[in-house]
């Protein structure tokens, strides 16, 4: 069965520093890996996903992720955040089944920007 | 293009109620997909839909939740006999037809069981 563990479930930071959210997976197969943000009073939009190809993925607003086979992980990080990141961002796995994209996702990080 | 939508966006019921959820997924996505997010959680697949049919409802809990999607568009999450334990916000996401595309996903509906 396959799991995601987000190591942190809260992480203040000052604006314009850089933050890292840990996200560690587990699966005995090859998955496809993504990051969701949810923020304040909205649904959840997709930030960036690794299906195959470069390791490093990037996002349109600055963040980026690096998927690590070995480590298993995808770390997600941006080298300065804005008060607008102020969200909570979801890691999440998936594998192919009967043509469904089933998603497992973490427990989430809430990323709080203090001025 | 329009989004996914959810309604109601709130629904308060007492234990023992039947309730329904309603999802209208975007224009011309396949591939429909019911999860269920608890406080504090991040969110948990409840069942997938293929056009009409669901190929996928080992995320169902129990007999007491049923989905339909009668025509390949809108979708009805049916809930029976609530519990308290049902409360939570529940999430609908829709893709196109190939597997690696994005989940799009809806609002959610809050299900506060009383």
């Known amino acids: 069965a396959q799991s995601v563990t987000q190591l942190d479930s809260q992480v203040p930071v000052f604006e314009e520093a850089p933050v890292e959210l840990r996200c560690n997976y587990s699966?005995?197969?090859?998955?496809?890996l993504f990051w969701y943000v949810q923020y304040p009073n909205q649904g959840l939009q997709l930030l960036l996903k690794?299906?195959?190809?470069?390791?490093l993925v990037e996002s349109i607003n600055g963040f980026e992720a690096e998927f690590n086979k070995s480590q298993t992980s995808f770390h997600l990080r941006k080298p300065s955040v804005h008060i607008s990141d102020t969200a909570e961002y979801f890691c999440?796995?998936?594998?192919?089944?009967?043509?469904?994209?089933?998603?497992?996702f973490g427990q989430g990080t809430r990323l709080t920007i203090n001025p | 293009g329009a989004g996914v939508s959810q309604t109601p966006s709130n629904k308060v019921t007492e234990k023992g109620k039947y309730v329904e959820l309603r999802c209208d997924p975007i224009?011309?996505?396949?591939?429909l997909y019911w999860y269920r997010q608890s406080l504090g959680q991040g969110p948990e697949f409840l069942i997938y839909?293929?056009?009409?049919?669901?190929?996928?409802d080992s995320g169902l809990p129990n007999d007491r939740f049923f989905a339909v999607r009668p025509e390949g568009s809108v979708s009805t999450l049916k809930i029976q006999r609530t519990e308290r334990g049902d409360s939570a916000v529940y999430l609908c996401?829709?893709?196109?037809?190939?597997?690696?595309?994005?989940?799009?996903f809806g609002p959610g509906t809050r299900l506060t069981v009383l």
């Open positions: 996401a829709s893709s196109q037809l190939h597997s690696t595309d994005t989940q799009y």
């Open positions: 839909f293929q056009g009409t049919g669901a190929a996928d």
């Open positions: 224009s011309g996505h396949t591939a």
């Open positions: 999440a796995v998936s594998k192919l089944f009967q043509g469904a994209q089933k998603l497992v």
């Open positions: 699966s005995s197969v090859s998955v496809y």
């Open positions: 690794y299906l195959s190809g470069s390791t």
